[in-house]
């Protein structure tokens, strides 16, 4: 029952509203972009874009993350979906959409979202910042641990598909030593 109350508190709020009122919707929309000749191709998967009138986007990443009551949902964000968000940003604003606003929402309480709304004229600054982060990624070559666990590997780029060591390693609750 509980699970019901907050289904339907969600589908009356903002975000989901916004979902039913705009022109498109697309779920696990696809995307792929770089910046530039030499750079990485970056791509992925937004789990709904909504096109609104005017031409703006909401776009929504839904997370399953155990949040408390407690937790700070904008912190969190801050913290853990920083470089996410700059990336979803980047690509909605680069398929020429005028303005996007790139909502997180947490399951576990979805009468609560983080949101953060991009312009047109921020892809400079934003673009910026992704290729700085890609600088301070190469210049660190992400060497692989001696003692891999989640608080270090989980959101390394390379944990699934390039690290030497197995997921059940890097995602241990401890370091293994």
């Known amino acids: 029952m509980v699970g019901e109350v907050s289904s339907a508190a969600a589908s009356r709020s903002g975000p989901a509203a916004r979902v039913v009122g705009a022109q498109s919707v697309h779920v696990e929309h696809p995307f792929a972009f770089s910046l530039g000749p030499h750079e990485p191709l970056i791509s992925g998967v937004i789990d709904l874009l909504a096109r609104e009138a005017g031409g703006g986007c909401l776009l929504i990443d839904y997370k399953s993350d155990r949040v408390g009551p407690q937790e700070d949902l904008r912190a969190l964000v801050a913290r853990d979906y920083e470089l996410q968000r ?85 995602l241990r609750e401890t370091p293994a030593g």
């Open 86 to 170: 700059l990336v979803y940003a980047l690509a909605v604003l680069r398929d020429g959409a005028p303005a996007v606003e790139v909502v997180h929402w947490f399951l576990e309480r979805p009468q609560e979202w983080v949101g953060a709304r991009y312009e047109a004229g921020d892809r400079g600054e934003l673009e910026e910042r992704l290729g700085a982060r890609i600088r301070d990624a190469r210049a660190r070559m992400f060497e692989v641990s001696e003692h891999p666990w989640r608080g270090l590997c989980e959101t390394c780029p390379g944990r699934a598909g390039l690290c030497s060591w197995s997921e059940e390693e890097t």
